[in-house]
C-alpha cells in the first residue's frame, strides 16, 4: 500500500516519457494512486492512451486549456468514470517562440503575452473552477514553476511573467480552497530536457550551469519533480499549501558564477 492509495488524481501534461508530468504518473502510480490523464491534440491520443495504460488507466482526454468549453467537457467525461476525485496535476505551458528568445522587449507583444498568460496561468485556477464540484474533501491541486517567474533568467522573458502569475494563482486558489479542505502548491523544477523545454533560446547553457553549480552538481530529473509532487498531493502534506517547493538541487539558492564545478 502506497501513501496515494485511495486517490484518484487527473494529470494533465504528459507529452513524451520525458515530461515532467510522465515522472509525477510514475510516482503517484507507484504509490498506488489511481490516475486519468489528459492531452491536447487528436495526433497524440494513441501516444497517451498507451502511457495511461502503462499506469494501468484507460481514462484519456482530449483539452485545450486555452478553450473553457473544452475544460468543461473533460471535466463531464471524467465525472461519467470518477463521479469525485482527489486532485489535479496541472504540467502545463506554452509561450509564442519570439517572446521566450533574446531580448524580453523585442519579443514582447500584446498577443504573445495574452497566449502566455491564458495558456500557462489562468488555465490553472480555470481547471480548479470547473473540478470544484467534483472534488474530494483532502484534495490536492498542483502546478509546475519555474524560477524565471522570481528572477531574470536569460530569454525566458514573457514565459517569466506568466509564471509569476501562475504561482500568485497557487496562493489566491490556496486561500479560495482552503476552507472547502482543498490544498494547492507548486513545484519550481530546475531545467530538464523536455520538449518545452528545448523551445527556449539558450537552455542547453542554462542545464549545463546549473549541473556545474546547484550545490547538488547535477541537474534534477522527472523521478525527482515525481517524488516530490507524489508527496505533495498526498495526505502526508496535509499540513502544506499556498507554497512554492523548489525541487532545483538547491540552484536558486546559489549566487551564480561562484561555486566550483564538480571534481572529475
Ligand atoms: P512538456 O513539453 O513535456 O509538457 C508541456 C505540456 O504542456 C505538454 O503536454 C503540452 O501538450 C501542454 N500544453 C501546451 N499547450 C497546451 C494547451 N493549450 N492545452 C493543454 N495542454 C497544453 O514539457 P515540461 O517541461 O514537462 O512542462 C511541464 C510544465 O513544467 C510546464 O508548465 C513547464 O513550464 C514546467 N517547467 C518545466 C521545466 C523544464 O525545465 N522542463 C522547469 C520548470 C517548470
Redesign the pocket.
Known amino acids: 500500500m502506497g501513501f496515494l492509495s485511495g486517490k484518484k488524481l487527473l494529470i ?5 516519457n ?5 515522472g509525477i504518473a510514475k510516482a503517484c502510480h507507484a504509490q498506488g494512486a489511481e490516475l486519468a490523464f ?4 487528436e495526433r ?1 491520443k494513441d501516444r497517451i492512451t498507451e502511457y495511461a495504460a502503462d499506469f494501468g488507466s484507460s481514462l484519456v482526454f482530449d ?4 478553450d473553457d468549453a473544452q475544460i468543461e467537457a473533460m471535466f463531464t467525461g471524467l465525472s461519467a468514470h470518477w463521479p469525485r476525485f482527489d486532485g489535479f496535476v ?5 509561450a509564442p517562440r519570439e517572446a521566450i528568445a533574446g531580448d524580453f522587449l523585442d519579443g514582447l507583444s500584446r498577443e504573445a503575452f495574452k497566449i502566455a498568460h491564458d ?2 496561468a489562468y ?1 490553472f485556477p480555470a481547471m480548479a473552477k470547473a473540478a470544484l464540484p467534483m472534488l474530494n474533501d483532502k484534495s490536492a491541486l498542483l ?4 524560477l524565471g517567474a522570481i528572477r531574470t533568467v536569460p530569454n525566458y522573458n514573457t ?1 517569466g511573467l506568466a ?1 509569476a502569475s501562475l504561482e500568485a494563482s497557487v496562493r489566491y486558489l490556496a486561500e479560495s480552497l482552503g476552507p472547502k479542505g482543498i490544498r494547492v502548491n507548486g513545484i ?10 528545448s523551445g527556449i533560446k539558450g ?1 542547453g547553457k542554462i542545464l549545463s550551469v546549473v549541473a556545474e553549480t546547484a550545490p547538488i552538481r547535477r541537474n534534477v530529473t ?1 523521478e525527482d519533480v515525481g517524488n516530490v509532487a507524489a508527496f505533495l498531493l498526498s495526505d502526508l502534506a496535509g499540513g502544506v499549501s499556498a507554497e512554492i517547493t523548489y525541487v532545483d538541487g538547491g540552484f536558486s539558492q546559489v549566487v551564480g558564477g561562484i561555486a566550483e564545478p564538480a571534481a572529475g
Open positions: 494533465t501534461g504528459v507529452l513524451s520525458r515530461s515532467i508530468a510522465y489528459s492531452y491536447v491534440g497524440f483539452c485545450d486549456v486555452g496541472h504540467a502545463i505551458g506554452f495558456i500557462s488555465s502546478t509546475l514553476t519555474y514565459m509564471k519550481s523544477a530546475g531545467p530538464i530536457k523536455t520538449l518545452a523545454a537552455f522527472i
